[in-house]
């Protein structure tokens, strides 16, 4: 089947602006997460969707951030004022669980550049 | 907090030599362990995880990984690479949390 799509494969924006990024996860997945590939560093985890809600933001790095996932299946990670060091690679994950022991399935990402 | 270190940024090896990709964390009660590849311009793909039971981890690929408790670590082998295991892999660990912590990745490189 399906595995998790994003959209768009990238984005280039400029200082100030503000820019959504899209993930689709593969159906039937109640556990969707977000993390940050930075040049030369692992994903860096910012937050976990467990159906509709943020079962845990603790990785958001400030109120700039924010995500939802209205329907418990699509999510949308939003960026406010975006910022140079905000460039990375975004990464969308889903699950079928969400436990600890769940295997997250990744997406092929969003490369986001902020001139 | 949990952290993992992968001790090796870049292993260069030739085809159809051993590799081993060692990652260490830190010390937690009960922890699930984890190896991912990422190809070029593609996501990251589960090689193999420990969760409980027997040490030795057998994945995709022909990799396998062994758990070892005492020395905290989860060390990534292959008797035999191939030019297609160029990649670069990932080792994560949870603490039952469904956060996933990385470590910084190792770039393998097979030439022949």
């Known amino acids: 089947g399906a595995g998790v799509s994003q959209t768009p494969s990238n984005k280039v924006t400029e200082k100030g602006k503000y820019v959504e990024l899209r993930c689709d996860p593969i159906?039937?997945?109640?556990?969707l997460y977000w993390y940050r590939q930075s040049l030369g560093q692992g994903p860096e985890f910012l937050i976990y969707?467990?159906?509709?809600?943020?079962?845990?933001d603790s990785g958001l790095p400030n109120d700039r951030f924010f995500a939802v996932r209205p329907e418990g299946s699509v999510s949308t990670l939003k960026i406010q004022r975006t910022e140079r060091g905000d460039s990375a690679v975004y990464l969308c994950?889903?699950?079928?669980?969400?436990?600890?022991?769940?295997?997250?399935?990744f997406g092929p990402g969003t490369r986001l550049t902020v001139l | 907090a949990q952290s993992v270190t992968q001790l090796d940024s870049q292993v260069p090896v030739f085809e159809e030599a051993p590799v081993e990709l060692r990652c260490n964390y830190s010390?937690?009660?009960?922890?699930?362990l984890f190896w991912y590849v990422q190809y070029p311009n593609q996501g990251l793909q589960l090689l193999l995880k420990?969760?409980?039971?027997?040490?030795l981890v057998k994945g995709i690929n022909g990799f396998e990984a062994e758990f070892n408790k005492s020395q905290t670590s989860f060390h990534l082998r292959k008797p035999s690479v191939h030019i297609s295991d160029t990649a670069e892999y990932f080792c994560?660990?949870?603490?039952?949390?469904?956060?996933?912590?990385f470590g910084k990745g190792t770039t393998l490189s097979v030439s022949s």
């Open positions: 994950a889903s699950s079928e669980g969400g436990g600890g022991a769940d295997t997250q399935y």
């Open positions: 159906s039937g997945h109640t556990a």
């Open positions: 969707f467990q159906g509709t809600g943020a079962a845990d």
């Open positions: 010390s937690s009660v009960s922890v699930y």
């Open positions: 420990y969760l409980s039971g027997s040490t």
């Open positions: 994560a660990v949870s603490d039952g949390r469904a956060a996933l912590i």
